[in-house]
């Protein structure tokens, strides 16, 4: 088998080529109860640093998309302390100072763009921390769409800002205030509010179990 | 037209928006095509007096960085303190070794070389635009509106980036002068507001800004006019209520008005002048 | 302050003002006690020891001078600079004792700032007075 050794949290360990941290990890012996969750790169959790040898930089990534190589010095990063203040998205407004008044620490950003190079799903968070600083919540929303809240920027950053909280209070905002309403989503609730729905319903939860599958079985599918 | 690179800086997306605004109407009848630089960062603010700080230059330098991209030399800022922490990191730079340092720190941009000159707008209209151009222009007249020049710190200080003669500055006077207002002399323009004090000790601020304002409607000022948004943002929201009630406008508010932009706060203020019969706003030099 | 100070020769060239030096780029010997920075300083009222007050201190390597409030009340406004008759940028001086005060741990600023504040006021004030 094709072998190659990784050191985790500083002990060394032969493991198959091709695996990935995550997988390594386990194979090492480590059962993972924090730190992992979809194994699909979605979730976050799995937020790993390490080096290779002969090379200064300290990488990050998720442990669950990345796969070993030979001289990986790996540690697990399962949670990543970052403030998030309290706040109510009603009372909110979607206004510049509104992330700054609740984040304040994003003035102390200094451009130095390690919070980019650390992050996995390769999004612009330099940038999207300027935006915040700036008060353009439709930018910082757009720019961190794909953020999977694994903290690595956070870890990163020497401004110690809490980067994936500002980003989600952002899209809230703007999903919340500035996004224009979709009126047939607003159509349809109408409609269930309507009790539209309500007789559907009813002969749903009156079925037996075979009619059930039977129903499920023939259900129209979107193409 | 002329093409000009442009550094906004946050406060002018933000609670400058009406100095922008002014001054970017103004410099379109000038003759100029300005071109906001792409992806720029906040300048810091403050310039780091230490020696061992290098990290606090990454920020400014960035943005020259992006200047350079856009293959431009120069580029021009409305906010002092813009303009004292990239002139102050443009030169900063120049130092060879901290340039490859710098450099090499900023491995996701290209290198900076370096020869970008920072350029306040008071420069550019003193020495590219001139008085007398300016003065032609103008659409409808300050009439003669008694507004009080504040300069603050950065504008003049270090005296190497002081837009002017540090002790005896005129360049606002003139501009306001050529744009028919009536400049107000007062012997606390140049004397600091308070700055960044502002967040932790405001009671400083205030105590400042009472004395600033108070020289101010010494000379008989009917507003204030600065550069700085953080001047302004102190002079109107640290006041004590004993402080005269002088407003306090962004030059760009007063500059776009008079060459012909919509800013109700300097028609408000004409047409509320003591004495004022009707509005002034008709149009037409006095 | 003046009845407490021993003069002696030893207490000059001591490491505190060399580092206090190397940390800001000034020779804080240059400084020859004229008192103008003083005298033009808009918030020497509010600090405990006047600018070259302050000076003197680091001259004579004391390290109280990372304890007294006048670094956090200079606001780098830089007025003092321009009229010292020697050169001397004392700004930069304040900034190098908050620094070295700040890596001891020792902080004067709030860390729940008055809010709201615009940005620039507290990119400034985070950048000046936090490490
Ligand atoms: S922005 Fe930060 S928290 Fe979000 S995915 Fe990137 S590194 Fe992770
Ligand atoms: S790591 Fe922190 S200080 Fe550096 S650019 Fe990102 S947010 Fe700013
Ligand atoms: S003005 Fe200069 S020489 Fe005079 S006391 Fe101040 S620092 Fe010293
Ligand atoms: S820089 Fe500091 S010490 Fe010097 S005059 Fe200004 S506030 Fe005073
Ligand atoms: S386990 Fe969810 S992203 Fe890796």
Known sequence: MNEVTVFIMGKGYRVPAGLTIMKAMEYAGYRLTRGCGCRGGYCGACATVYRLKGDYRLYADLACQTPVQDGMYIAQLPFTPAERPPYVLDELKPEGATLLALFPELARCVACNTCTKACPQKLEVMDAVQASLRGDIRQVAELTFDCVSCGLCTMRCPAEISHHHVWQLARRLNGAYLTPRAEHVQARVAEIAAGKFNGELDRLVRMTRDELVAAYKARQIEA | MKRLAYFPGCAMKDQARADEAGTLHALALLGYEIAEIPRWNCCGTVYSLAQDDLMRHVGPVRNLVRVQGMGERRVLTLCAMCYGTLARSARFVQDPERLQRINAFMDTEDDFRGGIEVVHLLTLLRDEVGYEKLAARVKRSLDGLRIATYYGCVLLRPREFAVDDPDRPEVMERVVEALGGTPVAFPERTECCGAYLTVGRKDIVEERVERILRSARGGGADVVVTTCPLCQFNLAERRLPQAPSVPVLYLGQVLGWALGAEEPAIADLLAGRPGASEPVCSGGAR | ?131
Request: hydrophobic content about 40%; glycine content about 6%; proline content about 8%.
């Open chain 3, 1 to 131: 302050m003046a009845s407490e100070l021993d003069l002696s020769r030893d207490r000059l060239d001591a490491p505190f003002a060399r580092r206090v030096e190397e940390l800001s780029g000034e020779n804080p010997y240059a400084c020859y006690q004229c008192g103008k920075c003083s005298a033009g300083c808009p918030f020497a009222d509010h600090m405990d020891a006047l600018p070259n007050q302050v000076l003197r201190l680091v001259q004579l390597g004391d390290e109280s001078a990372l304890t007294l409030s006048a670094p956090w009340v200079c606001a780098s406004c830089l007025a003092c600079g321009v009229r010292c008759p020697k050169g001397v940028d004392i700004a930069k001086t304040m900034e190098a004792l908050r620094l070295l005060a700040l890596r001891k741990g020792i902080s004067h600023f709030p860390l729940t700032p008055d809010r709201p504040c615009p940005q620039i006021a507290l990119v400034g004030a985070f950048r000046k007075l936090t490490p």
